[in-house]
């Protein structure tokens, strides 16, 4: 693995090249004072929509009154979070299209499900109150059920969460200057910070900015990698990497990803009616469709590069992003930096709101007191701290890890439109089971680990289902 200190001199050397009025210390700076000034505009937007007597529904879903723009772009920032820059653009280069393959699946499923299921469970959720997205099975299959998927997806999104806070490590370790721990105390510092003034209304608002920002970003950059490395390598597919096994283990999780990450069905509540929903899913399709475009891009072009000797072959594959930022122009360099440091902040906060929506209304059921949901910030917050130090994966295997464990909730949200047996005990029985193949065939390195969990799910559910009765009956 690269040294820090000589990816400083690269980064020093770069500024040089390109412009001799910037110095290694001038760039450094300027990241400094654009990094202060985003969050002094971040913590202003929070404290403006601050109100000192928020409903629950205030500010966990925004009063369910977010634009459908604004919607779609704390959607997409939500979702394509620093797993894009760093860690798709590392998976990029070293694997080639298979990344594209594998993100577009995920893009397709999206879409997909958010046209079959997300208009729908938006109306359930104006209909009935739902704040925390586990309330919808709740709702369906009793309290025991809701305490119990709340509780492994607070543990299956500390992962996920993890990758972004070490994203942002390593850029202020490879490009600020500062330690990895530093990086990671400044995310959790901002996570509190925003998450616990703002809201979801602040969030948002933060959000739709980052999310412009950030596929600004990425598209002068790919302009940038284009004109230096003069072609994409795209390797082949299926590959000593992406083979059959491989590719559905990593895929099928992420496909179903909009309707088993708490965070992203959290967003379904939103909207203020149904064109803004409409608009929102819309938007976010062509804003993922592009912004997958472009970070692959950069990762097969740098890949180009690599193989006509003008770019490093990069074993670390989240340091190929690092690698590129050493090469450009200071003004470029530090635009990207500051887009994977807003992607990091934007999906960390997502998700640690949405999991204080969690323990407040489905395991302590405080109704009146946001107080209880926002302690849980601090706590979780530092378990994500604590977990982002030792950098257990790369940033690709951690999100995968987290989708793969959640996907023991899709037998239930298939039970709420289409099945009408099942209760508590069909709920807690699919949820043990599932997570517990997933993190058992992961702990042993099962290659097939997600299609396990799937099989193992779904049979679960099924199979007590028939000895149980619904309380409530399809939805």
Same mark, same amino acid.
């Given at each position: ?22 110095s ?35 500010y ?29 653009v ?8 298979g990344?594209?393959?594998?993100e ?57 969460t ?86 559905v ?93 807003? =992607? ?71 039970g709420?439109?289409?099945w ?9 029985s ?8 997933a993190? =058992? ?35």
């Amino acid at each position: 693995m690269m040294s820090t200190g000589f990816v400083l001199i690269r980064t020093g050397f770069s500024c040089y090249r390109y412009a001799i009025t910037f110095s290694y210390e001038e760039c450094m700076n300027r990241f400094l004072i654009l990094l202060g000034l985003y969050v002094a505009v971040g913590t202003a937007i929070s404290v403006i929509v601050f109100r000192a007597r928020q409903t629950e529904e205030e500010y966990f879903v925004g009063g369910r009154m977010i634009s459908g723009f604004v919607s779609s772009l704390t959607y997409a920032s939500t979702t394509y979070s620093a797993f894009m820059m760093v860690g798709l653009v590392g998976l990029s280069f070293q694997t080639g299209i298979g990344a594209l393959v594998f993100e577009v699946s995920y893009l397709a499923g999206t879409i997909l499900l958010l046209s079959l299921y997300g208009k729908k469970i938006w109306k359930m959720g104006k209909q009935k109150g739902f704040v925390s997205p586990i309330e919808l099975l709740t709702y369906r299959y009793g309290r025991s059920a809701g305490v119990f998927a709340s509780g492994i997806a607070i543990v299956a999104l500390i992962p996920y969460t993890s990758s972004q806070v070490i994203a942002l490590g390593l850029i202020f370790q490879s490009f600020g200057g500062f330690r990895f721990i530093y990086g990671v105390s400044f995310a959790a510092v901002v996570i509190i910070l925003w998450t616990f003034i703002g809201g979801l209304r602040g969030v948002a608002i933060t959000d739709a900015i980052q999310g412009m920002f950030m596929v600004c970003a990425a598209f002068a950059g790919i302009v940038w990698t284009g004109s230096h490395y003069g072609g994409l390598e795209l390797l082949r597919f299926p590959s000593d990497f992406w083979t059959p096994v491989r590719f559905v283990n990593f895929t099928l999780p992420w496909f179903f990803f909009a309707l088993t990450n708490p965070q992203v069905v959290q967003r379904l509540f939103i909207p203020r009616n149904e064109r803004s929903f409409n608009r929102m899913v819309f938007f976010f399709g062509l804003y993922g469709f592009i912004y997958t475009l472009i970070v692959t891009g950069i990762g097969f072009s740098a890949r180009h590069g690599a193989v006509n000797g003008l770019f490093p072959v990069v074993q670390d594959r989240d340091r190929v992003i690092i690698e590129v930022l050493a090469r450009m122009r200071p003004w470029l360099a530090i635009s990207l930096a500051l887009s994977i440091v807003f =992607a990091s902040v934007s999906t960390a906060n997502s998700i640690i709101l949405t999991l204080t929506s969690m323990v407040a209304r489905d395991i302590f059921r405080r109704r009146k007191k946001i107080v209880v949901g926002k302690s849980f910030i601090l706590i979780l917050t530092g378990i994500v701290f604590l977990f982002s130090i030792f950098r257990p994966n790369y940033i690709v295997e951690l999100a995968v890890s987290s989708s793969s464990i959640l996907l023991c909730t899709l037998p239930l949200i298939f039970g709420v439109f289409h099945w009408k047996r099942g209760g508590p005990v069909t709920a807690v029985s699919t949820l043990f089971a599932g997570a517990a193949t997933a993190v =058992a065939t992961r702990a042993f390195g099962v290659p097939l680990s997600s299609v396990y969990t799937f099989f193992v799910s779904f049979a679960m559910f099924f199979g007590v289902s028939m000895l149980e009765k619904s309380p409530r009956g399809r939805i």
